[in-house]
């Protein structure tokens, strides 16, 4: 996937600055906050695992694969969201573990510079390389979309199975009773609604253009299962890490089907507007 971004479409990305400092502001300022709020109010009725982990939910990075892709569907500025999410991917390798230290050193978190190190090497590193080796196999990818749509896509899929199947392991279902289940489930869809919905409001209020109001929409309201996995591996290393994903993995279910919803209305929409146009 690293390789796959075109540097060209990320370079013309940058440009779209109103853009691209509302994805960041969103995703490093607005959940945040956010999440600060809500946990605060279920704090008496969560065990301390989720509600680290609910933090941690709000202090990762935006996604790139399903980013970039909800906002083609939606007919948005793919060029913009493509910038978007690696810019938020290259960020966290710094600001994730900065906010983590800030949020969730109150709850028995210490982290330190090999912290931030191990995440560089993890998430940076190949994105990177990536970017050096495009010329000499960017054009290989090109001709073999099918093959690397599905390298792409197992990766997460692998990722999303270990992280269910480390749960499992570590018994995260059997310390859960319906009430917190049902609790961090509602947390986790109020925290997608109340995002979607303050930056999809903010992006009209400040005048975006439809296509880059999609894109903001989109690379600003997901959070990453594949880099939050292998970065909760070394922030919680020691703490175990299967509570404290729960809040990621239930989110990332449900920001892709929400988001898939909502991408399918902006492309009926955007189809409307293409045949009122024909035909005035």
């Not at 948005?76 to 600001?95: F, K, W």
């Not at 050096?132 to 197992?154: A, C, F, H, Q, Y």
């Not at 270990?162 to 609790?183: K, M, P, Q, T, Y």
């Not at 989109?218 to 970065?231: D, E």
């Amino acid at each position: 996937m690293r390789a796959k971004l075109k540097t060209q479409a990320i370079v013309a990305g940058i440009a779209n600055w109103k853009l691209q400092l509302m994805v960041v502001c969103t995703t490093f300022g607005l959940f945040p906050i956010l999440g600060l709020g809500l946990a605060y109010l279920a704090r008496p009725w969560l065990p301390k695992e989720l509600i680290v982990g609910f933090l941690f939910l709000s202090i990762l990075p935006s996604t790139v694969q399903s980013s970039i892709a909800l906002t083609a569907m939606a007919r948005g500025n793919v060029p913009a969201a493509i910038c978007a999410a690696s810019l938020s991917n290259m960020l966290g390798v710094v600001v994730t573990p900065s906010l983590a230290a800030l949020l969730l050193s109150t709850n028995g978190i210490k982290l330190d510079a090999n912290a931030v190190i191990g995440i560089s090497v993890q998430l940076l590193l190949p994105f990177v390389a990536g970017q050096l080796m495009r010329p000499l196999i960017g054009g290989w990818i090109e001709k073999n979309k099918l093959l690397t749509m599905v390298v792409d896509r197992g990766s997460i899929l692998l990722i999303i199975y270990s992280a269910f199947s480390a749960g499992v392991v570590a018994g995260i279902w059997e310390r859960l009773d319906g009430l917190a289940l049902s609790l961090l489930i509602a947390l986790d869809l109020a925290l997608l609604l109340l995002v979607a919905t303050i930056v999809r409001r903010t992006g009209r209020l400040i005048g975006l253009a439809r296509q880059d109001e999609v894109s903001v929409l989109f690379c600003g309201s997901q959070k990453s299962l594949a880099s939050g996995v292998p970065i909760a591996n070394i922030l919680f290393a020691g703490h175990g890490t299967g509570l404290i994903i729960l809040p990621l993995m239930l989110y990332h279910q449900f920001q892709l089907f929400l988001c898939a919803a909502i991408a399918q209305r902006y492309a009926a929409s955007y189809a409307d507007q293409a045949v009122a146009a024909t035909k005035a």
